[in-house]
């Protein structure tokens, strides 16, 4: 396993911190700014759902905090960490051991088994294989899919991909989760099922979770919800949620 | 990440096979169509290699190949054996006749003349009978081959006779040769008796075989005999290779099994260049998924790599294991005979698949290090 050390200097319950992120795209003539000095927080314990029409920079946004783009100009912090310092393999690294993936179409291997697929990111990090797949089994069985461990993913349904997607992304236990549209694909006992998952990996785990999501569905079970328009955050609402041992948020009921 | 790369390009078997069929038809058309064409130019010079007794063949100064012929003067074979360095030059022959069955079957055969008394240019391994049995009148030995393009079907016999010229001939016996150009019988028979059985002519004598003194160098015993006579003295590797390269200059053969090479290099290269790079592309997301998990772009190269290795080396071998089982299936027909896959084709295939292996990869390699990672979310 690589050893990572990050130092928590601000609040620990600030996961990410960005400030004045600007992202612009093409050059000349046909730059285009895409993000318009953003500033967000994203806290642990927390889903932050980022909302807002097709093109309003919500992907940009949580790929440039995730690393997998620069931004222009502006900082990010996550858990204390100056994102833009790092680069290259430092980048790779700490993207891999603090942050974990769910992608709108789940993104599954579809050779691996649902175990050997959630221990891809152990895996990578460079945990023995029948070690990673053991600890991966114990992590799908907490999402219900114990008896699925053997299932390709195309055996599986469209919510036991997810939440095999979910255990994949939680499996190397990192402290933010990005989630791309999670339910744009389920129905919505599935969504329903998934978006449980995550509010109970957020409370329990005290883990940041950053959701972009179309879905007005899922708005319940944020306990943020920053909306954006053009590059901008136009507003941010604050929710109380109640804890998952309690009556939830509905997303059948509301559909 | 090894063992994801082997999952990932076995997971879709029609196109893993694909793959791998690709690789599998370049390095057996690329083996085979090599092989038989290495076999063909080897067969132009065997008679050539099968003398081993001798080192020299002094030959007329515009001579192509063992098979374009004038015949020198009976007195040169004196002067080659007066040449300082010479330790022994002997006559021989070598000519076209047809050669013709009781039954009035024929077939146009290769005649060889040996030395009648040293026999130089005699066949290594004879099968039935005896190389003295030579030396009795109208004899000839018959390659094993030979005997069955004259008496297909028939037991080997010896006392058989044959009619060359008008004259008598006697098989007393049966011998191993290498397989010549054409599928012509090669009869032996002294040079004496080679003078009856050849087409009339004044002189005959294409050929001295001569051999150099201890301790001087074969190029230049060649070197002292052009001098001394003004014929054309070549070691018998030199020989070799100049009827090789009259083949190679003056038939289509190279370029007709060059453009079959050439086109089982690109039929390969394209199908499994092609399959891999779309299946790198189908691929693509995963590939982008595993860049933002924290995959780096070295590790996919190498997983690249491995997956390229693994098709390459199965291709080739299917590919090498289907040429040589083609061989190793014709080995006793008798008009393939000679045809063999030599190591260094082996290793000029190995080298073709690499390249296609490299190719391909590298198509589908640039596809992935310019991924973006941020397109897992597009």
């Known amino acids: 396993m690589r050893n990572f050390q990050i130092t928590d200097e601000t609040s620990p319950q600030l996961a990410v911190a960005c400030r004045g992120l600007i992202r612009d795209f093409g050059d000349g003539e046909t730059q285009t700014r895409v993000l318009h000095g953003i500033d967000l927080d994203v806290r642990a314990g927390e889903i932050t759902l980022l909302v807002g029409p097709s093109g309003c920079g919500k992907t940009t946004l949580i790929s440039i905090i995730c690393g997998l783009l620069e931004p222009t100009a502006g900082d990010i912090e996550i858990f204390g960490v100056n994102r833009t310092s790092l680069t290259g393999r430092q980048l790779v690294e700490f993207r891999g051991r603090n942050i974990g993936f769910v992608f709108q179409q789940y993104n599954l291997i579809p050779s691996l088994t649902a175990a050997e697929n959630a221990a891809v990111p152990l895996i990578i990090a460079g945990l023995p294989r029948r070690e990673a797949i053991r600890r991966a089994e114990q992590s799908l069985a907490k999402f219900g899919l114990s008896q699925r461990i053997h299932a390709l993913p195309s055996q599986l349904s469209g919510g036991q991909q997810q939440r095999v997607a979910i255990a994949r992304a939680l499996v190397h236990e990192p402290r933010l989760l990005v989630c791309d549209e999670p339910t744009a694909a389920l129905d919505a006992h599935s969504g329903q099922t998934v978006m449980e998952l995550l509010r109970e990996v957020a409370l329990e785990s005290n883990r940041a979770v950053l959701i972009v999501t179309h879905d007005n569905r899922v708005f319940d079970f944020g306990h943020r919800i920053v909306h954006m328009a053009d590059g901008q955050i136009e507003k941010i609402e604050e929710r109380q949620i109640l804890s998952p041992a309690s009556t939830g948020p509905s997303l059948v009921a509301a559909h | ?378």
């Open chain 2, 1 to 378: 990440m090894n063992w994801i790369a082997w999952k990932m390009l076995t997971g879709d078997r029609a196109k893993y096979l694909g793959i791998v069929f690709g690789v599998a038809f370049g390095s057996l058309l690329i083996a085979h169509q090599t092989s038989i064409f290495v076999s063909l130019m080897r067969r132009t010079g065997s008679q050539i290699l099968d003398v081993v007794d001798a080192e020299i063949w002094v030959m007329d100064q515009h001579t192509q190949s063992i098979d374009e012929l004038w015949p020198l003067q009976d007195s040169d074979v004196l002067n080659v054996r007066g040449t300082p360095g010479v330790e022994w030059a002997v006559r021989f022959y070598k000519g076209m006749v047809t050669a013709k069955r009781s039954d009035g079957l024929y077939r146009q055969a290769i005649l060889l003349g040996l030395d009648d008394s040293t026999l130089t240019g005699a066949p290594r391994t004879i099968l039935r009978g005896s190389l003295a049995d030579l030396r009795q009148p109208d004899a000839v030995i018959i390659d094993e081959a030979g005997y069955e393009y004259l008496f297909p079907g028939e037991p080997v016999e010896l006392g058989r006779t044959l009619e060359m010229n008008d004259h008598r001939a006697v098989i007393v016996g049966i011998c191993e040769a290498s397989p010549p150009f054409q599928t012509f019988p090669i009869l032996y028979t002294r040079y004496s008796q080679a003078t009856h059985f050849a087409p009339p002519q004044r002189n005959i004598m294409p050929f001295v075989l001569a051999k150099p003194e201890l301790g001087v160098d074969a190029q230049e015993a060649c070197r002292r005999i052009k001098a001394r006579t003004g014929l054309l003295a070549l070691t018998t590797q030199q020989f070799f290779w100049k009827t090789i390269d009259y083949y190679l200059s003056s038939t289509g053969i190279p370029i007709n099994f060059g453009i079959t090479v050439a086109l089982g290099f690109i039929v390969g290269t394209a199908i499994a260049g092609q399959t891999f790079y779309l299946f790198t592309i189908e691929n693509l997301k995963q590939f982008g998924n595993l860049k933002a998990m924290g995959v780096t772009n070295s590790r996919l190269v190498g997983m690249i790599l491995l997956q390229a290795s693994i098709v390459g080396v199965l291709g080739f071998g299917i590919g090498i294991g289907g040429a040589a089982a083609f061989f190793e299936a014709t080995r006793d027909v008798t008009h393939l005979a000679g045809f063999m896959m030599p190591w260094q084709i082996v290793a000029l295939t190995g080298a073709a698949v690499t390249l296609i292996v490299a190719l391909s990869s590298l198509l589908s390699m640039r596809k992935v290090l310019v991924l973006e990672p941020a397109a897992v979310f597009r």
